[in-house]
């Protein structure tokens, strides 16, 4: 049984997967081996923003659509690039494909371009501004896979950039 609802003929999984892992470059068929990967890729994009490098102080989508990319770039051809299938889980319905790059514009304006301002946020309202941007991006889903793991990452690199450190 597949992890999404989907309705575009575009979604391909990997043969013999029993629809559970995405179509992928590796030709990875088991889903924990895929968990496993992302999982250590993940962590790999988190060294080098956060040990190797230092994350953006302003950021734009076009930053996230790149940690996308640099994730799973090597798994996934469609890595860091917009979904154009329309996705819903558990009878929930994401937004809208072609509805994406406008609600990504206002996300832009309503909290990346923003990111200089949050070293100057109270703790209220920094957990706000978080928050909010965490579930915008979720109902967004700009993405075929790892919304919510990106979602974590750039709610870490607001925090940073805000002076708090990574989350919790």
């Known amino acids: ?17 029993e629809d559970l892992v995405l179509a992928n470059k590796l030709g990875i068929t088991d889903d924990e081996e895929m968990e496993t990967l992302e999982s250590g890729l993940l962590l790999m994009l988190y060294e080098r923003l956060f040990i190797e490098g230092q994350p953006p102080s302003v950021l734009a989508f076009e930053h996230v659509s790149g940690w996308h990319r640099q994730w799973l770039g090597n798994v996934y ?61 979720i109902l967004i889903h700009p993405f075929r896979e790892g919304n919510g793991r990106l979602s974590r990452l750039l709610c870490d690199v607001l925090s940073v950039v805000a002076g708090k450190g990574l989350l919790d």
């Open 1 to 17: 049984m597949s992890k999404y609802e989907l309705n575009s003929a575009e979604e391909r999984y990997q043969p013999g997967s």
């Open 77 to 137: 051809d469609w890595a860091g690039k917009l979904r154009h299938a329309n996705l819903a889980k558990d009878g929930f319905q994401f937004a809208a494909a072609d509805r994406i790059p406008l609600l990504l514009d206002s996300f832009d304006k309503q909290f990346l371009s923003r990111s200089a301002e949050l070293k100057f946020l109270v703790r209220p309202e920094l957990v706000r501004y978080l928050a909010e941007c965490h579930v915008e991006f």
